[in-house]
């Protein structure tokens, strides 16, 4: 049974990174096409230039929407910059689309190449829009939790999480953070992932000084600690900071993934970490895990004195 779980994660792992990836090959070969179609002496430039800026607006979404700019280390794109450059892209496109058509009409007989390039342009100007438009809706919305997963309330905590199911299993405590509030563990690869939420020390506290803090009790606990990127990050309506790092304990490599929130004097620390061979792994799976994190009140505060709560209400 656990070989057959172990091939399923391995099969998806694949597909997270290669369809990205055919998917930008794709429209970066369609945008060089249009531009050498383009040189053509009896192509409408306006027309094949006009493709050729929708194909390059279809290619930041694998690189910000699904795994491949946390596969390859780099700063995810914000959905809201990424809606910001996809618009000014498509309406320079339909423009271009526009103005070419016209010029194509007015010279009959002269362009033999662009009408069609133009009319794909209108035609999927809006198809992008609408992309971009579910895309937003869904990172509005709730996840939906399998059949036999549960969500996991932490009322004393105002946060809520939906548990990732087989092949983890929730441990009672952690060796690296044994204050976590909640602590899961994977099997090949060996992975945690954790969850730290408690009352903040004060109601100004900043996540800069939770990524600090968070910095000095991995440290705390590892041989060598090296942060390699500290950037911003967005879970559901959560802002934060995003750390990545590599340890050394024991003689063994690893890596972690923090995602860090100080909210309305609530701090909430999300990592995943493993070994640093399965450095790919660990950023796909926190990209997958950090959604199933919810504030349950995003405007609640913490009462003067908060205990820690030690038991989840399956809902």
């Known amino acids: 049974m656990f070989l057959a779980l172990d091939i399923v994660n391995i099969l998806l792992w694949l597909l997270a990174i290669l369809v990205p990836v055919l998917i ?23 027309c094949a230039l006009a493709l050729m800026l929708l194909l390059i607006a279809w290619v930041p979404l694998p690189l910000a929407l699904g795994t491949l700019a946390p596969l390859l280390g780099l700063p995810p794109l914000s959905l809201e910059f990424l809606t910001l450059v996809c618009s000014a892209l498509i309406i320079a496109a339909a423009v271009l689309a526009v103005i070419g058509l016209r010029e194509f009409s007015g010279t009959q007989g002269y362009y033999t190449q662009g009408r069609r390039q133009a009319v794909a342009t209108l035609l999927g100007g809006p198809a992008l829009v609408i992309v971009l438009i579910s895309n ?70 900043s996540a800069q000084q939770l990524a600090d803090e ?43 993934e923090h995602r860090l929130f100080a909210t309305n004097g609530w701090n909430y620390q999300l990592l995943v970490w493993g070994r640093e061979k399965d450095t790919e792994f660990i950023a796909y799976l926190m990209e997958w895990l950090a959604p199933r994190f919810e504030q349950l009140d995003p405007s609640g505060r913490p009462p003067t004195s908060t205990n820690s709560v030690e038991a989840t209400t399956p809902v």
């Open 24 to 46: 930008v090959l794709a429209f970066v070969a369609g945008a060089i096409q249009c531009w050498v179609i383009s040189r053509r002496p009896r192509t409408n430039r306006k």
């Open 136 to 205: 937003v809706v869904r990172d509005r919305s709730e996840v939906v939790v399998p059949p036999g997963q549960r969500v996991m309330r932490f009322d004393e905590l105002n946060f809520k999480f939906y548990s990732p199911g087989e092949p983890w299993t929730q441990l009672p405590t952690n060796s690296l953070i044994p204050r976590a509030t909640l602590a899961f563990k994977h099997t090949r690869p060996e992975l945690q992932f954790l969850i730290i939420a408690e009352p903040a020390l004060s109601a100004d506290y």
């Open 214 to 256: 968070a910095i000095a009790e991995v440290l705390a606990v590892v041989d060598r600690l090296e942060v390699v990127y500290r950037g911003p990050t967005k879970v559901r309506s959560l802002e934060g900071i995003r750390l990545h790092s590599r340890a050394e304990r024991s003689g063994q490599a690893y890596y972690c």
